[in-house]
């Protein structure tokens, strides 16, 4: 080959590699100069939650991802708002990213509202990625005000109640309960009972009083919160999940880079929300157990002819849920079928 062409050629090598080095460097240079965020966690429950551990390894795992552009500080019992809250806390920025439990605002999310219903989920596993990935369309317009991160379900929950067994629907007559969200809400007004309202945090406090004479919650929150310290009777029952959601400050998201978008992003599927929901569905099902083995509690069965009972009971649930979402201009039957779909898809239905 000639002189010529082997130092024309050796140029134009050079030339590709200053340009690749120039690129590389420009590249770095720009991750390098990607603004900082420390971001606040916010929740609601108290730091032995499981949930706590859940939004550190979030945090932990987004951190590392960014290369440390991207740090966090959780915030829990509710430190930076009430547990009603929340959800405008993020949209407000009073939080970036927050836990959310929709029925807590009765009507605001109707959509969401499905995985309530009693009877639906088998367990919180496979739940959780069944409703993350069916809400995922609808929380782009039921959750505009933010960001929606992920949604799971808690493990199924029951009746837990101070001074009487609950048997059968007709039990719940007169009684003062504390309902874990809007649908069971209704259901308790439905019966001839009384809501009483009030975040997680404070139910003890209800029941020692005896401002309320029962409460639905999951089983092993019932140690945590120190409501077996005032409950006695506990049916065995998986009565009904409540549904929660991470959703995320849109002007915080917005004011990240490209690549800090995309971590976000990573994070915010549904694979997170099998890895957030997992260690509390596997620690409230423990409670179960518990409870059982504690002799100051009564864990008690209901019979086959009881359980029909309560399923035709709450037939009208799913009717005023429909209405709910009518009014919000969805189409129920589409919503229930493609929620029904994803609960047989990911194995987790009743």
Not at 35 to 63: C, I, M, N, R, Y
Request: glycine share 8%.
């Amino acid at each position: 080959m000639p002189l010529c062409l082997h130092s024309r050629r050796g140029a134009l090598i050079a030339t590709a590699a200053g340009l690749a080095l120039v690129v590389g460097a420009a590249s770095t240079f720009a991750q390098d100069k990607d603004k900082t965020f420390e971001l606040k966690l916010a929740h609601w429950v108290p730091p032995s939650h499981p949930l706590q551990k859940a939004l550190e390894d979030w945090g932990a795992s987004v951190q590392k991802a960014s290369n440390g552009t991207i740090t966090y500080k959780v915030y829990p019992s509710q430190q930076l708002g009430k547990a009603f809250d929340h959800y405008d806390m993020a949209r407000d920025g009073i939080a970036d990213l927050t836990y959310v439990n929709p029925g807590y605002q009765p009507g605001r999310f109707p959509i969401i509202g499905a995985g309530e219903l009693p009877f639906l989920m088998a367990d919180a596993k496979g739940g959780s990625q069944a409703l993350d990935a069916w809400y995922r369309k609808y929380a782009a317009n039921e959750m505009k005000d933010v960001k929606f991160c992920l949604g799971f379900v808690h493990d199924p929950g029951t009746f837990h109640t101070k001074a009487k067994k609950i048997m059968a629907p007709a039990d719940v007559k007169g009684m003062k309960i504390r309902p874990a969200h809007a649908t069971m809400a209704t259901f308790v007004t439905q019966l001839g009972g009384t809501n009483v309202q009030s975040s997680a945090p404070e139910v003890r406090d209800i029941l020692e009083k005896g401002v309320a004479d029962a409460v639905t919650f999951p089983w092993g929150s019932v140690p945590l919160f120190g409501i077996d310290k005032v409950t006695k009777y506990h049916m065995d029952v998986p009565l009904y999940v409540t549904t929660f959601a991470f959703v995320f400050n849109k002007a915080k998201y917005e004011q990240m880079s490209a690549v800090q978008k995309k971590v976000i992003d990573d994070h915010c599927n549904n694979e997170w929300a099998g890895k957030v929901s997992a260690p509390w569905a596997e620690f409230e099902h423990a409670g179960i157990a518990k409870l059982k083995a504690d002799s100051a509690h009564e864990v008690y069965a209901i019979s086959s002819a009881q359980l029909a009972e309560w399923k035709a009971a709450a037939g009208p649930l799913e009717k005023a849920w429909a209405d709910n979402v009518k009014r919000a201009g969805g189409n129920p039957d589409a919503v229930m079928k493609e929620l029904k779909d994803s609960l047989a898809r990911y194995k987790a239905s009743y």
